[in-house]
């Protein structure tokens, strides 16, 4: 009954959530080139709610925990004002100045401490705190939004309806404990959410959007064309870069810089990308990358990274299928295009790719994820102009059987089989068993697992029925096939009885 408490709790706090985080459109003067916070989506708010690990404990924070021994136990936890966390088992601690990964750990640790036998123990972030924040300058809705401690800047400044045209998104001002902090949102597209570029924002910050100072146009064979707001002394190769840099056929030494000065006067000049990317550049640039004659293109679209990918670096996965037309010249191949777009993501279900040729109509599976691994010519494609490869994605867990909240859980790499459990609003503790969990995959087979086990993205997650519960099916399958047979030996018996009576010679 707590359990089942529990996940109602939780589904309304999720729906609260979602009503009172409203969709709001991104910031920034390209629109899509910056991050765009999508607050109303609840997946977005349960995985980040169950993946907050770098977490600044906040009073109102109401976690749960739940652990099994002889049975299941689930508490709601609510921290005080005073920093105090009331846990059973444990007792009272004060948790101020910890992260949430710390605390996890530290109750986990106790708990399992306290009762070696126990099968499993989790606890989660239930529902964060919420507080308000000020937000003012160049933005649409200035005033106060309401934001909880996995909120960051970016998405105070999405609640507040996005920066206004001509406002800055690359010298935001956060003021905290009486001190401004700069922060530059296109810097966060290469960091960690929560970083020095978009950090989680705290009780009391307040948030202003200056004007922006150098704002330039850029046009042309770039990734990402559109108008992009500059620091001083940022220059040409900086600009290239926050564009996704040159397209394949993109002609490095035909940039052409147009220049206004006073008076409506201007200049106009051509480049070399290679030679003179030092180039500083001013407000109301116009820079324009050369274009070639009009070609055929090849369309890939699916779980592929969009760019090439640097083994020493982070990045990004999308979790979305990327589109991309990539020109075709003679030659062109599957594995060339892969290696244009950075390889197939971990979401992406590459051996069941398909190529569609746009002459014939025809679909040609193709193992992506051999092709990539291998690098080997002899399993490659050709490509003809017009073709389309398609590159599944999965980026769903299923969790079915008996559990409370059967459905899809966003993937997240984090998370093993206990985890998408309690996404799942836990196992049912009359039906459900802990001890009967498996993988079931297309064709119906299935692998035994335990809470601890890895879960890759597109599993199904299937939680059996307990031994008395499957008892009870059999025995009620044994009454009524008995039924059935005594209605038989019966039917049989009236049919000799009126043959002996009345049709015997």
Same mark, same amino acid.
């Given at each position: 009954?707590?359990?089942?408490?529990?996940?109602?709790?939780?589904?309304?706090?999720?729906?609260?959530?979602?009503?009172?985080?409203?969709?709001? +459109?991104?910031?920034?003067?390209?629109?899509?080139?910056?991050?765009?916070?999508?607050?109303?989506?609840?997946?977005?708010? +349960?995985?980040?709610?169950?993946?907050? +690990?770098?977490?600044?404990?906040?009073?109102?924070?109401?976690?749960?925990?739940?652990?099994?021994?002889?049975?299941?136990?689930?508490?709601?936890? /609510?921290?005080?004002?005073?920093?105090?966390?009331?846990?059973?088992?444990?007792?009272?601690?004060?948790?101020?100045?910890?992260?949430?990964?710390?605390?996890?750990?530290?109750?986990?640790?106790?708990?399992?401490?306290?009762?070696?036998?126990? /099968?499993?123990?989790?606890?989660?972030?239930?529902?964060?705190?919420?507080? @308000?924040?000020?937000?003012?300058?160049?933005?649409?809705?200035?005033?106060?939004?309401?934001?909880?401690?996995?909120?960051?800047?970016?998405?105070?400044?999405?609640?507040?309806?996005?920066?206004?045209?001509?406002?800055?998104?690359?010298?935001?001002?956060?003021?905290?404990?009486?001190?401004?902090?700069?922060?530059?949102?296109?810097?966060?597209?290469?960091?960690?959410?929560?970083?020095?570029?978009?950090?989680?924002?705290?009780?009391?910050?307040?948030?202003?959007?200056?004007?922006?100072?150098?704002?330039?146009?850029?046009?042309?064979?770039?990734?990402?064309?559109?108008?992009?707001?500059?620091?001083?002394?940022?220059?040409?190769?900086?600009?290239?870069?926050?564009?996704?840099?040159?397209?394949?056929?993109?002609?490095?030494?035909?940039?052409?810089?147009?220049?206004?000065?006073?008076? @409506?006067?201007?200049?106009?000049?051509?480049?070399?990308?290679?030679?003179?990317?030092?180039?500083?550049?001013?407000?109301? @640039?116009?820079?324009?990358?050369?274009? =070639?004659?009009?070609?055929?293109?090849?369309?890939?679209?699916?779980?592929?990274?969009?760019?090439?990918?640097?083994?020493?670096?982070? #990045?990004?996965?999308? /979790?979305?299928?990327?589109? #991309?037309?990539?020109?075709?010249? =003679?030659?062109?191949?599957?594995?060339?295009?892969?290696?244009?777009?950075?390889?197939?993501?971990?979401?992406?279900?590459?051996?069941?790719? #398909?190529?569609?040729?746009?002459?014939?109509?025809?679909?040609?599976?193709?193992?992506?994820?051999?092709?990539?691994?291998?690098?080997?010519?002899?399993?490659?494609?050709?490509?003809?102009?017009?073709?389309?490869?398609?590159?599944?994605?999965?980026?769903?867990?299923? /969790?079915?059987?008996?559990?409370?909240?059967?459905?899809?859980? #966003?993937?997240?790499?984090?998370?093993?089989?206990?985890?998408?459990?309690?996404?799942?609003?836990?196992?049912?503790?009359?039906?459900?068993?802990?001890?009967?969990?498996?993988?079931?995959?297309?064709?119906?087979?299935?692998?035994?697992?335990?809470?601890?086990?890895?879960?890759?993205?597109?599993?199904?997650?299937?939680?059996?029925?307990?031994?008395?519960?499957?008892?009870?099916?059999?025995?009620?399958?044994?009454?009524?096939?008995?039924?059935?047979?005594?209605?038989?030996?019966?039917?049989?018996?009236?049919?000799?009885?009126?043959?002996?009576?009345?049709?015997?010679?």
């Amino acid at each position: 009954m707590k359990r089942s408490l529990a996940s109602l709790a939780l589904l309304a706090c999720l729906a609260a959530l979602a009503a009172a985080e409203a969709p709001a +459109t991104g910031f920034g003067i390209n629109g899509p080139t910056g991050p765009v916070y999508t607050g109303g989506d609840p997946a977005e708010i +349960t995985r980040r709610i169950l993946a907050a +690990t770098r977490y600044r404990l906040t009073p109102g924070d109401t976690y749960q925990l739940m652990f099994q021994v002889d049975q299941t136990y689930t508490y709601p936890l /609510v921290l005080q004002d005073t920093y105090d966390l009331d846990l059973p088992v444990i007792g009272t601690i004060n948790v101020k100045g910890m992260e949430f990964a710390a605390l996890r750990k530290l109750v986990i640790d106790r708990i399992r401490k306290a009762y070696p036998l126990s /099968v499993y123990v989790t606890f989660n972030l239930l529902v964060p705190a919420r507080f @308000d924040v000020a937000v003012f300058g160049g933005v649409e809705s200035p005033g106060v939004v309401t934001v909880t401690p996995l909120s960051m800047v970016s998405d105070a400044i999405a609640l507040a309806k996005g920066i206004r045209k001509g406002g800055s998104y690359r010298r935001v001002l956060l003021t905290r404990g009486g001190k401004d902090l700069e922060v530059d949102l296109l810097a966060y597209n290469n960091s960690e959410p929560g970083g020095p570029n978009n950090p989680y924002l705290q009780p009391g910050d307040r948030i202003t959007i200056p004007a922006a100072g150098v704002v330039v146009t850029l046009s042309g064979q770039v990734r990402f064309p559109g108008q992009y707001e500059m620091l001083p002394e940022e220059t040409l190769a900086h600009l290239l870069a926050y564009a996704g840099g040159l397209l394949p056929e993109a002609r490095a030494d035909a940039v052409e810089l147009v220049r206004f000065k006073a008076g @409506d006067r201007q200049s106009q000049s051509t480049l070399d990308a290679r030679t003179q990317a030092g180039t500083v550049l001013a407000n109301g @640039d116009r820079i324009q990358v050369g274009v =070639p004659a009009q070609r055929e293109m090849v369309l890939v679209q699916g779980g592929l990274f969009g760019a090439p990918v640097s083994a020493d670096k982070p #990045v990004v996965v999308p /979790v979305q299928p990327i589109s #991309v037309d990539v020109p075709w010249t =003679p030659g062109l191949s599957v594995l060339q295009v892969l290696e244009t777009l950075g390889g197939p993501t971990p979401y992406a279900k590459g051996k069941n790719a #398909v190529l569609v040729r746009k002459t014939t109509g025809e679909r040609i599976p193709v193992d992506v994820d051999a092709l990539w691994s291998g690098r080997d010519p002899a399993g490659d494609l050709p490509l003809e102009p017009g073709d389309t490869l398609s590159v599944p994605i999965v980026n769903e867990v299923f /969790v079915a059987g008996e559990v409370h909240v059967p459905g899809k859980v #966003v993937y997240s790499p984090a998370f093993t089989v206990a985890e998408y459990l309690v996404a799942a609003g836990g196992i049912d503790k009359e039906t459900g068993s802990l001890d009967s969990l498996w993988f079931v995959d297309a064709e119906g087979n299935r692998t035994r697992v335990t809470t601890s086990s890895v879960v890759p993205p597109g599993t199904v997650i299937y939680v059996d029925r307990n031994t008395w519960t499957k008892t009870q099916k059999t025995f009620t399958n044994i009454m009524v096939v008995t039924g059935f047979m005594t209605a038989i030996v019966a039917f049989v018996t009236a049919v000799a009885e009126l043959w002996v009576t009345y049709l015997a010679p």
